[in-house]
């Protein structure tokens, strides 16, 4: 029922109006009455009527200043201005506060009620326009979301002006004015392929993503499935040092709380001063994140404690270092979920590791080489490629000799050879993924008409949870779940306006909506043109 408040200095008038209405007949309630805007300012704020009535002339306080007070307060409120007065100034400055009518007096009770329902017309045009905004709005969560990532991804890894961040992210509504500023790069993993251990260990990057929303001086993005990175803002060195210890300890929190197998790798980058520089603490956190192949998990390091512990080794010889303890599963565990580019890192650091001295070595490195070019076989074989694959090209382990006379080339061809495997484990990953799509989209094709369809289910019918396929989803389609669902939808609905005679809202109904006005707002918002206009036009 449509509220409304009534606020006129002329006592008899006032009763006038008030008494003939008849308000509930008419859908109305009358919430309350005043003699001027002075008293009537708290009571409206009070009751929040829909409609205020208010003479434009009055002691302590006029209806122009009222309805600017209101106005501030209740944005959507429509003000009827009553007057007695027929001077254009009034008339002028109602209009300036968006007021909903300008009436003179004397006004028949028939021609109020006219207005009043002409007005309530708009109001209820107004809120369902609002509730499917909001409905529209929340649909695209993911949308908002997937800009955000993009944007904080370029911020990251691009060398953008500052002008170009504020602007771009003032788009997505993300302020990174501060200080200074610092990355962090972080995994949870799990060893379990149990099911039940795998929910679990998406309960706890659930719980990841809660704390990071909730840490107003972070913002992050998933890289696919290697987890998460964090861009830190801080206004001094102490904050920031607060702010990223503080994060140790909740993730800490988090995982020790899990009952799964779960551990978690952290790396922080560098301070740095300004946001174009962001880039620079992102290549740092980088190359640290590189040892999470190759040190304990269970904790978040910086470049400072692995220049600590690389010291502590660099003094071992050849004769002291035990070469049977070398374990080929680091080398194997990067070779399977490391990424693109992270090649050199892994090597610098695997090279420091064993100790600097050691790699001078030239029967040393041809010792480490042979180990590692074996494992990337080993995995390729594992992948279903012939043995033949690695030797076609990066050439045969026996002719090693020739590439590896100084340690950068060693380096050099190592890197090649762990950068060739990943990008052909990325091939077989990619048909495995091309697959699941296939079936996610052959899925929605055959669902889009269940209202119920969403991002959980179509993830659960590939066997993937929600964000892992939101991500993959997102990455190989070039558009969010919702994005590919409503145009599916679309286009479906575009084909029956054309060849049936069905009605608007069957059409809504029969392509997943069942709210017919919500299908014709996200009509014309996606298509330009309203279904009837559409229809219209073929």
């Given at each position: 029922m449509?509220?409304?408040f009534?606020?006129?200095d002329?006592?008899?008038?006032?009763?006038?109006?008030?008494n003939?209405?008849?308000?509930?007949?008419e859908?109305?309630?009358?919430?309350?009455?005043?003699?001027?805007?002075e008293?009537?300012?708290?009571?409206?704020l009070?009751?929040?009527?829909?409609?205020?009535?208010?003479?434009?002339r009055?002691?302590?306080?006029?209806?122009?200043?009222?309805?600017?007070?209101?106005?501030?307060?209740?944005?959507d409120?429509?003000?009827?201005?009553?007057s007695?007065?027929?001077?254009?100034?009034?008339?002028?400055?109602a209009?300036?506060?968006?007021?909903?009518?300008?009436?003179?007096?004397?006004?028949s009770?028939?021609?109020?009620?006219?207005?009043?329902?002409?007005?309530?017309?708009?109001i209820y045009?107004?809120?369902?326009?609002?509730?499917?905004?909001?409905?529209y709005?929340?649909?695209?969560?993911?949308?908002?979301?997937y800009e955000?990532?993009e944007?904080?991804?370029?911020?990251?890894?691009?060398?953008?002006?500052?002008?170009?961040?504020l602007e771009?992210?003032k788009?997505?509504?993300?302020?990174?004015?501060?200080?200074?500023?610092?990355?962090?790069?972080?995994?949870?993993?799990s060893?379990?392929?149990?099911?039940?251990?795998?929910?679990?260990?998406?309960?706890?990057?659930?719980?990841?993503e809660?704390?990071?929303?909730?840490?107003s001086?972070?913002?992050?993005f998933?890289?696919g499935?290697?987890?998460w990175?964090v861009?830190c803002?801080?206004?001094?060195?102490a904050q920031?040092?607060?702010?990223?210890?503080?994060l140790?300890?909740?993730?800490?929190?988090?995982?020790?709380e899990?009952?799964?197998?779960a551990?978690?790798?952290?790396?922080?980058?560098?301070i740095?001063?300004?946001?174009?520089n962001?880039?620079?603490?992102?290549?740092?956190?980088?190359?640290?994140?590189?040892?999470r192949?190759?040190?304990?998990?269970?904790?978040?390091?910086?470049n400072?404690?692995?220049?600590e512990?690389?010291?502590?080794?660099?003094?071992?010889?050849?004769?002291?270092?035990?070469?049977e303890?070398?374990?080929?599963?680091?080398?194997?565990?990067f070779?399977?979920?490391?990424?693109?580019?992270?090649?050199?890192?892994?090597?610098?650091?695997?090279?420091?590791?064993?100790?600097?001295?050691?790699?001078?070595?030239?029967?040393?490195?041809?010792?480490?080489?042979?180990?590692i070019y074996?494992?990337a076989?080993?995995?390729?074989?594992?992948l279903?490629?012939?043995?033949?694959?690695?030797?076609?090209r990066?050439?045969?382990?026996?002719?090693?000799?020739?590439?590896?006379?100084?340690?950068?080339?060693?380096?050099?061809?190592?890197?090649?050879?762990?950068?060739?495997?990943?990008?052909?484990?990325?091939a077989?990953?990619?048909?495995?993924?091309?697959?699941?799509?296939?079936e996610?989209?052959?899925?929605?094709?055959?669902n889009f008409g269940?209202?119920?369809?969403s991002?959980?289910?179509?993830a659960?019918s590939?066997?993937?949870?929600?964000?892992?396929f939101?991500?993959?989803?997102?990455?190989e389609?070039?558009?969010?779940?919702?994005?590919?669902l409503?145009?599916?939808?679309?286009?479906?609905?575009?084909e029956?306006l054309?060849?049936?005679?069905?009605?608007?809202?069957?059409?809504?109904?029969?392509?997943?909506?069942?709210?017919?006005?919500?299908?014709?707002?996200?009509?014309k918002?996606?298509?330009?043109?309203t279904?009837?206009?559409?229809?219209?036009?073929?």
């Amino acid at each position: 029922m449509i509220k409304v408040f009534l606020v006129e200095d002329e006592i008899v008038i006032r009763n006038g109006i008030k008494n003939s209405i008849e308000w509930k007949k008419e859908g109305y309630e009358f919430v309350g009455e005043a003699g001027d805007g002075e008293l009537a300012y708290p009571m409206i704020l009070k009751t929040k009527p829909d409609i205020l009535i208010t003479d434009i002339r009055m002691p302590f306080m006029d209806g122009l200043e009222l309805s600017r007070l209101v106005k501030q307060e209740l944005p959507d409120i429509k003000i009827l201005i009553l007057s007695g007065y027929d001077e254009f100034e009034y008339a002028k400055s109602a209009i300036k506060l968006r007021v909903a009518e300008y009436l003179l007096k004397p006004i028949s009770s028939a021609k109020l009620l006219e207005v009043l329902k002409e007005v309530t017309v708009s109001i209820y045009q107004e809120r369902e326009e609002r509730e499917l905004l909001k409905k529209y709005e929340d649909d695209m969560q993911e949308n908002r979301q997937y800009e955000k990532a993009e944007f904080l991804s370029r911020v990251m890894s691009q060398s953008l002006s500052v002008l170009e961040i504020l602007e771009q992210g003032k788009q997505v509504g993300i302020d990174l004015s501060a200080g200074m500023y610092n990355t962090v790069l972080l995994k949870i993993s799990s060893s379990s392929g149990d099911a039940d251990e795998q929910k679990q260990l998406a309960e706890v990057s659930a719980k990841v993503e809660s704390l990071l929303d909730s840490k107003s001086n972070m913002h992050y993005f998933r890289r696919g499935i290697e987890g998460w990175a964090v861009l830190c803002l801080a206004e001094d060195e102490a904050q920031m040092n607060n702010e990223i210890e503080g994060l140790r300890e909740e993730i800490r929190k988090i995982v020790d709380e899990c009952p799964a197998k779960a551990e978690y790798f952290g790396a922080v980058g560098n301070i740095v001063l300004r946001l174009g520089n962001v880039k620079e603490s992102m290549e740092e956190a980088e190359r640290v994140f590189a040892y999470r192949y190759l040190k304990e998990w269970n904790q978040i390091i910086d470049n400072e404690e692995i220049t600590e512990k690389i010291e502590e080794n660099s003094e071992l010889s050849l004769s002291s270092l035990q070469i049977e303890k070398m374990d080929r599963r680091i080398t194997e565990k990067f070779l399977k979920t490391g990424l693109k580019g992270e090649g050199i890192h892994f090597i610098d650091e695997y090279f420091e590791s064993l100790g600097k001295n050691n790699i001078q070595s030239l029967l040393f490195r041809q010792y480490v080489a042979m180990d590692i070019y074996l494992t990337a076989v080993s995995v390729l074989e594992g992948l279903g490629y012939a043995s033949e694959e690695l030797v076609v090209r990066c050439g045969d382990f026996k002719e090693m000799e020739s590439v590896l006379s100084t340690v950068e080339q060693t380096k050099e061809y190592l890197k090649n050879i762990l950068e060739t495997t990943i990008f052909l484990r990325e091939a077989v990953s990619k048909q495995r993924y091309s697959q699941l799509l296939k079936e996610a989209k052959t899925y929605i094709e055959q669902n889009f008409g269940n209202e119920e369809i969403s991002l959980n289910t179509v993830a659960a019918s590939v066997n993937l949870s929600p964000n892992h396929f939101s991500t993959i989803f997102s990455q190989e389609t070039g558009k969010t779940f919702i994005e590919f669902l409503t145009d599916v939808r679309m286009g479906k609905a575009k084909e029956l306006l054309r060849s049936t005679s069905m009605k608007t809202a069957e059409i809504a109904y029969a392509v997943g909506y069942k709210d017919s006005h919500y299908f014709s707002y996200l009509f014309k918002k996606t298509q330009g043109c309203t279904p009837r206009e559409f229809r219209s036009q073929t």
